[in-house]
């Protein structure tokens, strides 16, 4: 079928209305009609082909909500008129111990939601700036939030989980300290899911002004980074800090501030490497720095259950989808509090 979206044929060039094709519905698919898709730094990287090996034409796009429009013969998961999501992962090779874990973010085989390759026209997977997507049923996730709360839900997809996944997996949960760096896209998902878990959750961001924002969000304490006070304040006393921070930035600030066998996850990815950290900030407190990238599929659903129970969705602002660029130079600046959902019914 041949669907509207929007993508770009070059790194240079502007994201425009482009016709794509979408392959027919096999045994095991789900057709979606998309309604809404969020925002990703990431799909700015990639269109722009700030990250190497950007394929063209680039529809760029991983955090869809929409309703299932068809089912192939087995599909058992999902039925016409379903409300479901679909983020970063569209295919894997389903049988390694990752898949098996259900783990298939860090499944060599993982195939991207776009400028992954498939089989499908023309080569690599096309995003979720368009009209319908068609997946395999297993990478196809429930949503049970209100229909009218939607377009919110879209960037949990990629935001909620890329947040979700390491607060879950280092135990963010009462009795524990745990800090967010960072408030945007991802920093405002990490806040209000650690509070959401139980946890004590402190805030670190640059700017004053933010203060009053992030305690809105969840934070219990609010820490301004350039503060040494505020800093020393917090040495030896977080379980867990989540670094959503996509720039590189001095990492030993941070290390300093966790107990022994505290940890803190990276999750943002910055263009250039962070500054080596001091090794003797971890070796001296047993401390850890890790990474974690978004979730597997299970763990993705279980996000969306929690948030649905707890009534969380991204705070968001919506854009048509012809306002695709100048949204794109906002997210540069930090100007959007704090993700932009693309309203997929203004195409055309």
């Not at 026209?121 to 049923?137: D, F």
């Amino acid at each position: 079928m041949t669907i509207l979206a929007y993508g770009t044929s070059a790194g240079d060039q502007p994201l425009a209305q482009m016709q794509i094709s979408r392959r027919d519905v096999g045994d095991h698919d789900v057709r979606i009609e998309i309604a809404y898709c969020g925002i990703c730094h990431s799909d700015l990287h990639q269109a722009r082909s700030e990250w190497a090996g950007t394929l063209y034409p680039c529809v760029p796009g991983h955090e869809i909500v929409g309703r299932v429009a068809a089912v192939g013969g087995h599909v058992a998961r999902h039925k016409v008129g379903d409300l479901v999501g679909v983020g970063c992962i569209v295919d894997s090779c389903q049988h390694c111990a990752e898949c098996d874990d259900g783990l298939e973010n860090y499944c060599d085989g993982m195939i991207g939601t776009y400028n992954g390759p498939t089989a499908d026209a023309p080569g690599h997977t096309l995003g979720g700036y368009s009209q319908a997507i068609v997946v395999h049923e297993r990478y196809v996730l429930k949503i049970t939030h209100p229909e009218d709360q939607l377009a919110a839900v879209a960037p949990l997809l990629c935001a909620g989980i890329t947040t979700w996944s390491p607060l879950r997996h280092w135990g963010a949960g009462p009795g524990k300290k745990v800090g967010v760096v960072g408030i945007g896209g991802l920093g405002h998902m990490g806040l209000k899911l650690a509070h959401a878990m139980g946890a004590h959750v402190v805030a670190f961001t640059t700017s004053e002004s933010k203060r009053d924002d992030a305690k809105a969000l969840g934070a219990d304490e609010v820490v301004v980074s350039r503060n040494r006070a505020e800093m020393a304040a917090h040495v030896k006393s977080f379980d867990f800090i989540l670094n959503t921070v996509a720039a590189p930035h001095d990492l030993d600030a941070f290390l300093t501030l966790l107990k022994r066998d505290g940890t803190m996850a990276l999750v943002g990815a910055p263009a250039s490497p962070h500054p080596s950290p001091n090794v003797f900030n971890l070796i001296m407190k047993r401390r850890s720095l890790a990474g974690s990238m978004i979730g597997g599929i299970p763990e993705t659903q279980e996000m969306l259950d929690f948030c649905a129970q707890h009534g969380i969705v991204s705070d968001i602002e919506m854009i048509r989808a012809d306002g695709i660029e100048p949204a794109y130079e906002r997210m540069i600046r930090g100007d959007v509090k704090y993700r932009f959902v693309m309203d997929i019914a203004t195409m055309g």
